[in-house]
């Protein structure tokens, strides 16, 4: 069984930084792709960030140059560092973790910026 636990959110003011990490249990995590998503109120889920097995990353638009996803298979987690954050990245930011074509999700941690 797969678990994903996320945690580091909270309340954080705009420009500031925030690290959210996610801890990764089950027969997944050092070959899958890890990714990040969000969800604020009344918004689709969207695509932050992904980082393959071998540390490709891909990013949002909206998050390049001040979010920064990486991974430390030894400690199986997977990280997402939120620099310079702004109001509109509040959400509640949601782990993933891809194998085949199954996504796995994590609980969510609400992230809140405010201005």
């Known amino acids: 069984q797969v678990q994903l636990v996320e945690s580091g959110g909270g309340l954080v003011q705009a420009g500031r930084s925030l690290r959210l990490s996610c801890a990764a249990s089950g027969s997944i995590f050092s070959r899958n792709t890890m990714g990040w998503y969000r969800q604020a109120p009344g918004k689709q889920r969207e695509l932050v960030a992904t980082?393959?097995?071998?540390?490709?990353?891909v990013y949002a638009d909206s998050v390049k140059g001040r979010f920064t996803i990486s991974r430390d298979n030894a400690e199986n987690t997977v990280y997402l560092q939120m620099n310079s954050v702004k109001p509109e990245d509040t959400a509640v930011y949601y782990c993933?973790?891809?194998?085949?074509?199954?996504?796995?999700w994590g609980q969510g941690t609400q992230v809140t910026v405010s201005s």
């Open positions: 993933t973790a891809h194998k085949g074509w199954t996504t796995y």
């Open positions: 980082i393959t097995s071998g540390g490709s990353t």
